[in-house]
């Protein structure tokens, strides 16, 4: 069945930078796009952006453009998403998703990130 | 942006109840819109995909429908394992943008 695993919750220091990353099982990697979403506590959610794991094409809400970079590792099947100078705002949890004909139908279990120092 | 304006915010209904929930797109979404249900503490689960495709595996009692700017979630007899956090998401055109939820409990 399809999984996405991501990595365990993360307790940063601000201005640091953070590697979640998104290990995919159960389907083909390279036939889905991975997009990550972010979730504030106690509130909606903000779509992030997406990579095509199989040409590593990236396209970015404007809004994260310079705190979020999309990466993937094809050996691996595994997404990563590595936000940088960390502020309390980056405090949320970020979940990644499979996205096939533009629907995302299965998500990670959701990685939190807090940032303190 | 296109923002998503989903209403309301908070629900409470009995078992059995018809519940409806709705989101408005700022301009015309061609029906690229899906419903995710959130349970506490879980990722969000797609419910229905491009207005009216039931997912996989989802219970009938779900349905959605609309066009333009107006959509609908239906959840034509409420259970109580419905309990949770419903989100309408626009992927018509990037950002991609979530309505601000609706919160389902039992009266």
């Known amino acids: 069945q399809v999984n996405l695993l991501q990595s365990g919750a993360a307790l940063v220091k601000p201005g640091a930078s953070v590697k979640l990353s998104c290990k995919a099982s159960?389907?083909?990697?390279?036939?889905?796009?991975i997009h990550w979403v972010k979730q504030s506590h106690g509130k909606s959610l903000e779509w992030i952006g997406y990579i095509n794991p199989n040409s590593g094409y990236t396209n970015y809400n404007e809004k994260f453009k310079s705190k979020a970079t999309l990466t993937v590792d094809k050996s691996t099947n595994t997404a990563y998403m590595e936000l940088s100078r960390l502020t309390s705002e980056d405090s949320a949890t970020y979940y990644c998703?499979?996205?096939?004909?533009?629907?995302?139908?299965?998500w990670g279990q959701g990685a939190s990130v807090t940032v303190s120092s | 942006d296109i923002q998503m304006t989903q209403s309301p915010s908070f629900l409470s209904a009995s078992v059995g109840d018809r519940v409806t929930i709705n989101c408005k797109a700022s301009q015309n979404i061609n029906k690229y819109l899906n419903w995710y249900q959130q349970k506490l503490g879980e990722a969000p689960k797609l419910l229905i995909y491009n207005t009216n495709n039931l997912q996989t595996g989802i219970p009938s009692r779900f349905s959605g429908s609309g066009s333009g700017t107006d959509y609908t979630l239906t959840i034509s007899s409420l259970q109580p394992e419905d309990v949770a956090t419903y989100f309408c998401?626009?992927?018509?055109?990037?950002?991609?943008?979530f309505g601000g939820g609706t919160k389902l409990e039992l009266k």
């Open positions: 998703t499979r996205a096939g004909g533009r629907v995302m139908d299965a």
């Open positions: 998401l626009q992927h018509s055109s990037r950002p991609w943008t």
């Open positions: 159960g389907y083909t990697f390279t036939d889905y796009y």
